[in-house]
């Protein structure tokens, strides 16, 4: 559902026609509507997530606090440094929506990036 909720806010329209294609315009509509919105509800997510780590498996606590923070001295984004912390940034946004991409393809930097 994160996955869909952060193409809606890279794409928007693009989310929503691929939906409707999907699963009929009226469903399509239902669904796209339903999507949360991404900043605020991974960030809900991580908080629970981290805290459940952090009581059954203390030692991968670092590794999943390392796929979510920026690191510092980046000197730029790409496939090897990107880190979901970027998903509600509006730089990556820019940059993923200036790409000529359809955001639902397999091919789109988001997907390769974030998922």
Not at 27 to 53: H, M, N, Q
């Amino acid at each position: 559902m994160l996955e869909y909720a952060m193409t809606k806010e890279v794409s928007g329209d693009g989310l929503r026609k691929h939906m409707r294609e999907a699963l009929g315009d009226k469903k399509g509509d239902e669904v796209f509507k339903a999507l949360p919105i991404f900043r605020t509800s991974y960030e809900a997510w991580y908080s629970e997530s981290l805290a459940l780590l952090r009581q059954i498996l203390p030692d991968r606590v670092s590794n999943f606090v390392g796929l979510y923070e920026k690191p510092k001295g980046r000197k730029g984004l790409d496939a090897g440094n990107y880190v979901i912390q970027e998903g509600w940034s509006d730089r990556c946004f820019a940059t993923v929506q200036a790409t000529t991409c359809d955001p639902i393809s397999s091919e789109c930097p988001l997907r390769k990036l974030a998922f």
